[in-house]
């Protein structure tokens, strides 16, 4: 490996056919892609599909049946076994193709969350992902930047790394550019190089991509060690106990079963192949399965709602969520700034026209300004304006859009329409170094030369700016400053729901620079900027929703406290009084103190991000389930300690890892809806849970008692595995794409200890099971006397025994394929919600009529099922009896309701 922090900078440009200003041309980027391999990191290797195959035989429930299906094969009928070997190859098919499409779904997610990089390439800057950058690639860092790939420094200003992953050392790394490394440095001397993998804390850097993949100092690490992500959600791991002590107590009551029939006469053997079917069919060995590929299509609905999950567990936490705290700028509102007022010299002005282009002007009374002079109070305003920053505009087809940070896009625009040459300006005002904003600063400066002086300029919040300044600059020259007249006129503006900027500057020595503290002493305040970021429509309909349905809406904003005041007004965060805590207030007060205002304050303004950190905490102490946003490297423990951690679309690396969900469009109302759709995923894991157990104790019942009543077995094993097939194997996943019932938004939040299987749903499941045992034996007790079947001697009356078991394969079967329809709300009246509406369960339930018709019909397969063909009334007597259950379950819902009300 080339020891690249010695290398002459020149001669890896030259190594790679790079340029600094230009970047790689196209044909050097795929040159350099063939010849220094791809920006990737070795993965979890993804089961190959015989793999996912065996997995599915590697179950003590398909074991068992291969056992009885050998077992059948040589002490009884082989037609048996040949129904037991079908039941296992398309149980398994089924099952590797649910498996497969969760596991397709899960990794198409990650990959919309993955790193993206500012590159610069023949000459433009542009955003890609980390995986396509090459060696060559000239990379920009900032804040929260994870670095996508080894990179050599080409300049940096104050860049602090977070190194400790490859070092272990937890002290922040300060990188230059311009370092002196010795030859044989170690890697946390480096200086002037940056590692893949390490963080951006603070600072700005630009540098040259030298190694990718495994071929970076992570990659030589990784190249072997791959680690697996955890991907199962405490929800699938609850589910998983539950399934399996279900079948403990199960098989127990299977074996009790098995030995009563074994006692009353039955033959061994088919007490055995009976066990095994009433094991397949009341074992829930498939409900993990069907959870995961429920939350799989869930969580893929929401990806196309903009709300992007990164963990599990997430989407069980949503719908227990009891206080959504939410950044202001660019979530609740447009993110669309437009300075409407300048306050400058003693005088208000105001700013006309919209957007990031020139049409407008300044007026002051009314009368447009026609030249501002850069030495005047408002010019000065405007020139620090328009330099302090770090974004640009560009003309792109006819429009103007912006590059850059919406706020600094709108200083430059009020510039622009008091005539300011801005691309000219920094030609005419050479930048000499820049501090970039960092929330905890609430500034950002920069020195440039004017006159020959060296100038520090600063932007920032009101606050901030004015406790640096001791006088202010008027026309009439420098004055002693006036700080209560300048707060004032910044709490004018807030209370018209203006962000508000100050600006300052002062003349500074040659050896002073922007890092040093002196720098900002004594600094002359020359104005505010008030700009207005219009509330989001849909932000107002969200937190509507978010209050009706028991959550909590909180403002966490670095503004100023009118402005987060009039804003949370307008967007109607409480319905009587809206109270606001500050930064400055939080600091004064302890934690006791804040836990007991946590309820009542709905506004946190002028904070950092450690006093979120503080705010989650306390909130949890108060018992409440938080979701938390943010998007800057500084968030990431308060994302972390949150219930559920969102970060912005437009966000941080850092924040995005963090996270537990991402909102790519930055919207609070995709918050608000991955809340909702967290509840009705969580709904409809409910209803596949209930729709698995109703019929699995349907089964067993109705075997149990036609045991204990001493009637002969009225359905037979294959009849068992085959009934398995049609309804449970089929039928679960579609309930997962069982779409919202009502409003589900209109109910508080689900306690976080809330059961899997709440006391009306365990009724419910009862009820439907008692059912279907009274109406499937009713069935083929009336068959077998309408028959003339004699008890005394079942071994001599061959066709009513087999008419009545027909009937009653029949008619359990459509029990449970009618009963899919009742698991489709625990609450709601199946004709409020439309039978017709979840369509894939329609075309399932099709294919299920379907086979279960040619399983009496077809030649040869009901042979095989040992069924006889049935005519128009006895399916007459089979279906109105199945029906019953709809009807009897729509009865107890309704009563349920009304005794509720």
């Known amino acids: 490996m080339k020891r690249w922090h010695v290398l002459p900078l ?56 291969l056992v009885a299906a050998v077992l059948t094969a040589i002490l009884a009928d082989p037609g048996d076994s040949i129904v037991i070997f079908v039941v296992v190859v398309v149980n398994t098919l089924i099952g590797y193709y649910q498996e497969n499409k969760a596991e397709a779904a899960m990794r198409a997610l990650k990959d919309l969350t993955s790193p993206t990089a500012r590159v610069l390439r023949h000459g433009t800057q542009a955003t890609l992902p980390s995986t396509e950058l090459v060696c060559g690639d000239i990379v920009f860092v900032e804040s929260g930047t994870k670095i996508p790939a080894d990179i050599r420094l080409i300049d940096s200003q104050e860049l602090m790394i977070d190194e400790s992953m490859l070092t272990g050392e937890s002290v922040l790394s300060l990188k230059k550019a311009d370092a002196d490394v010795d030859a044989h440095a170690a890697l946390g001397d480096r200086r002037n190089m940056l590692y893949s993998g390490t963080v951006v804390q603070r600072g700005r850097g630009k540098g040259i991509v030298v190694a990718v993949g495994v071929h970076s100092e992570l990659g030589q690490i990784t190249r072997n060690i791959v680690e697996a992500e955890e991907t199962i959600s405490p929800l699938q791991k609850r589910l998983a106990r539950f399934g399996k002590n279900l079948s403990i107590t199960i098989g127990i009551a299977i074996g009790v079963l098995f030995l009563a029939g074994w006692l009353q006469g039955n033959s061994l053997l088919q007490m055995f192949l009976t066990s095994v079917g009433l094991a397949v069919s009341a074992i829930p060995e498939g409900l993990p399965v069907s959870v995961t590929v429920a939350l799989s299509i869930g969580v893929y609905s929401m990806a196309r709602k903009n709300a992007i999950i990164r963990k599990l567990a997430a989407v069980e936490t949503l719908g227990s969520t009891t206080v959504i705290c939410t950044d202001k700028t660019g979530t609740l509102t447009e993110n669309a700034m437009t300075v409407t007022r300048i306050v400058a010299g003693g005088e208000t002005y105001t700013v006309s026209g ?215 007004g307008e967007l109607q965060l409480d319905d009587e009084q809206i109270d606001v805590l500050t930064g400055a207030e939080l600091d004064e007060i302890d934690d006791k103190h804040l836990r007991g205002l946590c309820d009542i304050t709905e506004v946190y303004a002028r904070v950092s991000p450690m006093h979120k950190l503080r705010i989650v905490r306390e909130l949890q102490n108060r018992g409440h389930i938080v979701t938390m946003t943010g998007d800057g490297v500084n968030d990431a423990p308060a994302l972390k300690a949150a219930n559920i951690g969102v970060a912005m679309g437009a966000g941080t690396d850092v924040a995005k890892e963090a996270s537990s969900m991402v909102v790519m469009d930055n919207s609070f109302a995709s918050i608000a809806a991955a809340v909702r759709y967290g509840r009705v995923i969580f709904d409809n894991l409910r209803h596949i849970i209930l729709f698995v157990l109703s019929t699995s104790f349907g089964g067993v019942l109705t075997i149990a008692a036609s045991i204990l009543a001493g009637m002969p077995l009225p359905l037979l094993p294959a009849q068992l595995l085959w009934i398995n097939l049609v309804t449970d194997g089929i039928s679960t996943f579609p309930l997962a794409y069982e779409k919202e019932h009502g409003n589900v938004m209109s109910r508080p939040p689900r306690p976080v200890n809330a059961g899997l299987v709440p006391k009306e749903m365990l009724f419910t499941i009862l009820f439907a099971g008692i059912i279907m045992m009274l109406g499937t034996l009713g069935v083929y007790k009336w068959t077998l006397f309408t028959y003339g079947f004699n008890l005394l001697a079942p071994e001599l009356q061959g066709f009513p025994l087999e008419k009545a078991r027909t009937m009653a394969f029949v008619t359990l079967a459509l029990f449970q394929i009618f009963n899919v329809h009742n698991s489709r709300s625990v609450h709601s009246s199946l004709f409020h919600i439309g039978p017709f509406s979840n369509r894939p369960l329609l075309l399932i339930m099709f294919v299920s009529l379907s086979l279960q018709v040619a399983a009496v019909h077809l030649p040869g397969l009901n042979t095989l099922l040992r069924v006889t063909p049935l005519d128009l009334p006895e399916w007459a007597v089979c279906v109105g009896t199945a029906l019953s259950i709809i009807v009897l379950i729509e009865l107890k819902k309704l009563l349920t309701r009304h005794w509720s009300e």
């Open 10 to 65: 020149q001669e890896i440009h030259d190594l790679f056919a790079s340029h600094p200003e230009n970047g790689l041309s196209a044909e050097a980027v795929d040159g350099s892609r063939k010849s220094h391999g791809a920006n990737e990191l070795p993965r979890e290797k993804e089961k190959p599909a015989y793999l996912l195959l065996l997995e599915q035989i590697n179950n003590p429930i398909i074991i068992i049946l």
């Open 354 to 568: 919209t957007g990031y282009d020139a049409d407008g002007a300044i007026l002051l009374a009314d009368r447009a300004i026609t030249e501002v002079a850069h030495d005047s109070p408002l010019g000065q305003t405007l020139l620090i304006g328009a330099l302090c920053t770090e974004s640009r505009l560009v003309s792109k087809g006819g429009q103007v859009e912006l590059i850059g940070d919406p706020t600094e896009g709108a200083l430059i625009a009020s510039a622009m329409k008091a005539g300011f040459a801005v691309d000219e300006l920094a030609g005419k005002y050479p930048i000499v170094n820049i501090r970039p904003f960092e929330s905890e600063l609430q500034y950002m400066a920069i020195t440039i030369r004017r006159d020959g002086k060296k100038i520090l300029l600063v932007k920032g919040s009101v606050e901030r700016i004015l406790a640096m300044c001791d006088r202010q600059q008027t026309a009439a020259g420098l004055q002693a400053l006036d700080a209560n007249a300048a707060h004032a006129a910044a709490d004018a503006l807030s209370s018209q729901t203006l962000r508000v900027i100050a600006f300052c500057w002062r003349e500074i020595d040659e050896s002073a620079t922007v890092y040093d503290d002196a720098s900002y002493r004594n600094c002359v305040f020359s104005g505010l900027q008030g700009m207005y970021d219009p509330p989001r429509e849909s932000a107002k309909q969200a937190i509507a929703d978010c209050k009706s349905a028991g959550i909590k809406v909180i403002m966490i904003t670095g503004d100023h406290r009118d402005t987060a005041h009039a804003i949370a």
